[in-house]
């Protein structure tokens, strides 16, 4: 079959699969591949079995791949067939040097950007897709244009907005897609490239151009503004611990304010995810490398906070429990950062099992999808650590329960004979604040929620 236009993806990712997958679902003209060093990945791509799970997505994947959706790890003739190409590749807080534990490590892309200059032999568009900061693109076109070859290349930002556990919607049905370029002639052309593939199934509304630094920067602005919603309504259920006032009536009378929204405003163990921790940093280390420390210090408390109430939590358990955790059995409900994925990426359950092992307390662990990740996060942690697939054997013999990650999964089980099988007095930490507190107080239980007073027994 004659395919309209090649693209290419470079980096097979939680972003890089699912986003070239609906593209290549909703635009069956273009032939899409995606190519990734780790060939492990591409094979589990190749596979019944995906490397990331999320709603929808095999279904997707099962009716497209072989027809217009290919995973190779040939990225030479990757780049060499496609004119426009994608790099999703990964952008990690840096470990080492300059701008370490704060600035994005660029060296991935680096990597990528020398790749595609090495093995182009015709022009092509240039898409960042990862998260960067603000004038990366300026470095790339930079670097493409060492080549002295005559091959030419056009970089534009297209930011990626999904969330995980959603991905798919997200992705069907985005809030806007954001496309940023230079005004150069080239740029204009690249840019309408772009706008012109989401054109086959985003309303021409939801797609906004902007000049490429605006791109870049309104990605990591989102995503701080997001995690600042987090951290907002968390700083405000400390205060409702102290006062008998409630969270979540607080939550609903402020977000009923047209002007504030009633979404993202759940109070929890804290935020975790690859994204919200690294994309502030990376804006913090670009304030003060502007000089704006103001700026930077207003931004690096978002992060502060979302420590300060996950220790808050290690540290409620433990006074709530007689201050002592030792030998006490105590089973996380959900490892993953969120439900519905199986992502552990800076997940809240890392640190609050890190912190209860540390207390010597004994840490079982269920999560429905997210235990191979949870393994490999514990790995090295010392202390009494076990895992089941199975919340009713988790709880058995333990003194309290923590939720940790939302699934509904949690909502429904049978608390009642959970209870029985518990050594007593039994505790549940609710980080989620997802379940029926007078219900389970009730029971039997010592119900500790966020932000809203705790039902006791004694
Ligand atoms: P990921 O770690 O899941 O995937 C990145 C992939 O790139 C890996 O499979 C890695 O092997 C591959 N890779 C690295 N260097 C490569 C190279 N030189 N050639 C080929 N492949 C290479 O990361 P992710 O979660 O998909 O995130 C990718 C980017 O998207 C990041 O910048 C992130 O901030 C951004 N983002 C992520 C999300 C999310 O929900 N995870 C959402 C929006 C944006
Ligand atoms: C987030 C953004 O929502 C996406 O738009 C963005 O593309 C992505 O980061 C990224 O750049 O990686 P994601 O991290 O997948 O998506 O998930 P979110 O739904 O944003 O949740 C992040 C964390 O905040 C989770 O731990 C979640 O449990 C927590 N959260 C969220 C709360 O504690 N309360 C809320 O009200 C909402």
């Known amino acids: 079959?004659?395919?309209?236009?090649?693209?290419?993806?470079?980096?097979?990712?939680?972003?890089?699969?699912?986003?070239?997958?609906?593209?290549?679902?909703?635009?069956?003209?273009?032939?899409?591949?995606?190519?990734?060093?780790?060939?492990?990945?591409?094979?589990?791509?190749?596979?019944?079995?995906?490397?990331?799970?999320?709603?929808?997505?095999?279904?997707?994947?099962?009716?497209?791949?072989?027809?217009?959706?290919?995973?190779?790890?040939d990225i030479e003739k990757g780049i060499r067939e496609h004119d426009i190409i994608f790099v999703s590749v990964n952008t990690p807080t840096k470990q080492f040097g300059v701008g370490a534990g704060q600035a994005a490590d660029l060296q991935y892309?680096?990597?990528t950007a020398r790749q595609i200059l090495q093995f182009s032999g015709s022009?092509?568009?240039?898409?960042?897709?990862?998260?960067?900061?603000?004038?990366?693109?300026?470095?790339?076109?930079?670097?493409?244009a060492t080549g002295g070859d005559g091959v030419e290349f056009e970089v534009v930002s297209n930011p990626e907005f999904l969330a995980e556990g959603t991905a798919i919607d997200d992705l069907l049905y985005p809030d806007r897609v954001l496309v940023g370029s230079g005004n150069s002639e080239r740029g204009l052309m690249a840019r309408n490239e772009l706008v012109e593939i989401y054109a086959n199934w985003v309303p021409a509304e939801r797609i906004i151009t902007t000049n490429i630094w605006s791109s870049e920067l309104s990605k990591l602005v989102a995503n701080a503004f997001l995690a600042q919603r987090v951290s907002s309504i968390n700083s405000i259920s400390a205060l409702c611990e102290r006062t008998d006032a409630d969270i979540d009536?607080?939550?609903?009378?402020?977000?009923?304010?047209?002007?504030?929204?009633?979404?993202?405003?759940?109070a929890s163990?804290?935020?975790?995810?690859?994204?919200?921790?690294?994309?502030?940093?990376?804006?913090?280390?670009?304030?003060?490398?502007?000089?704006?420390?103001?700026?930077?210090?207003?931004?690096?408390?978002?992060?502060?906070?979302?420590?300060?109430?996950?220790?808050?939590?290690?540290?409620?358990?433990?006074?709530?429990?007689?201050?002592?955790?030792?030998?006490?059995?105590?089973?996380?409900?959900?490892?993953a950062f969120k439900a519905n994925t199986g992502d552990t990426r800076e997940s809240p359950a890392i640190f609050i099992a890190r912190r209860l092992l540390e207390e010597k307390a004994e840490v079982v662990v269920t999560d429905p999808k997210a235990l191979v990740n949870a393994k490999k996060d514990l790995e090295n942690v010392n202390g009494s650590l076990s895992y089941?697939?199975?919340?009713?054997?988790?709880?058995?013999?333990?003194?309290?329960?923590?939720?940790?990650?939302?699934?509904?999964?949690?909502?429904?089980?049978?608390?009642?004979?959970?209870?029985?099988?518990?050594?007593?007095?039994?505790f549940i930490f609710d980080g989620r604040n997802i379940l029926d507190h007078e219900k389970l107080f009730e029971i039997g239980f010592n119900v500790f929620p966020i932000g809203k007073p705790p039902l006791t027994h004694y």
Not at 280 to 285: E, T
Not at 390 to 396: T, V
């Open 1 to 73: 079959m004659d395919f309209k236009k090649h693209i290419l993806c470079i980096g097979a990712g939680y972003v890089g699969g699912p986003t070239m997958a609906v593209i290549a679902y909703k635009c069956p003209h273009y032939k899409v591949t995606v190519v990734d060093i780790n060939p492990a990945r591409i094979a589990e791509w190749n596979s019944q079995e995906l490397p990331v799970y999320e709603p929808g997505l095999d279904d997707i994947v099962r009716e497209i791949r072989g027809r217009n959706l290919f995973f190779s790890t």
């Open 109 to 111: 892309w680096e990597k």
């Open 123 to 144: 022009d092509k568009i240039i898409v960042e897709k990862s998260t960067l900061p603000v004038k990366t693109a300026q470095a790339m076109q930079r670097i493409l």
């Open 249 to 266: 009536e607080v939550a609903v009378a402020v977000g009923m304010d047209s002007r504030i929204g009633n979404r993202f405003l759940e």
């Open 269 to 335: 163990v804290g935020f975790g995810g690859s994204c919200f921790k690294k994309d502030i940093l990376n804006l913090v280390y670009l304030c003060r490398f502007y000089g704006l420390h103001e700026v930077a210090d207003y931004w690096e408390n978002v992060v502060k906070i979302n420590q300060y109430q996950q220790e808050r939590f290690v540290l409620n358990i433990l006074n709530s429990m007689f201050n002592t955790l030792s030998g006490k059995k105590i089973c996380l409900f959900g490892f």
């Open 388 to 426: 089941t697939g199975d919340p009713y054997e988790a709880a058995r013999g333990c003194h309290a329960i923590a939720i940790m990650t939302e699934w509904d999964l949690y909502k429904g089980l049978d608390y009642k004979g959970i209870f029985q099988s518990m050594s007593k007095p039994a």
